[in-house]
């Protein structure tokens, strides 16, 4: 069973870069596709990066690229997110999620079947 829980959030001033990680207590990260998304107050959450469960596919939104990394240590069952050149926009929770997506399914969070608890992002300007 999949039990996902997200680490380094924080308070970051623009331009500052952040690594995320989620950690699989439950050991079963390879067997998955995953994802990262991010919410903002009042919405839904947005789709910023998938990889696929091997690491050689990766995908991002428009807003992350160029930016973001994904990448996965299935050996360590952890997911990370690599967040460099941070803008006040990219303030927001970030949740990490397991799945059996592929492609743009990775993109929606239907695609995903477990999800972390979030962990806040703040970047000042």
């Known amino acids: 069973q999949v039990e996902l829980t997200e680490s380094g959030g924080g308070l970051v001033q623009a331009g500052g870069s952040l690594r995320l990680s989620c950690v699989d207590s439950g050991r079963t990260l390879s067997a998955y596709s995953m994802g990262w998304f991010r919410r903002t107050p009042g919405k839904e959450r947005e789709f910023v990066a998938a990889?696929?469960?091997?690491?050689?596919?990766?995908d991002y939104a428009d807003s992350a690229k160029g930016r973001f990394t994904i990448s996965r240590d299935n050996a360590k069952n952890t997911l990370y997110l690599q967040m460099n050149s941070l803008k006040p926009e990219d303030t927001a929770v970030y949740y990490c999620?397991?799945?059996?997506?592929?492609?743009?399914?990775?993109?929606?969070?239907?695609?995903?079947?477990?999800w972390g608890q979030g962990t806040q992002v703040t970047v000042s300007s």
């Open positions: 990889i696929n469960w091997s690491g050689e596919g990766t």
């Open positions: 999620a397991a799945g059996y997506c592929s492609g743009s399914g990775c993109h929606v969070t239907q695609g995903y079947g477990a």
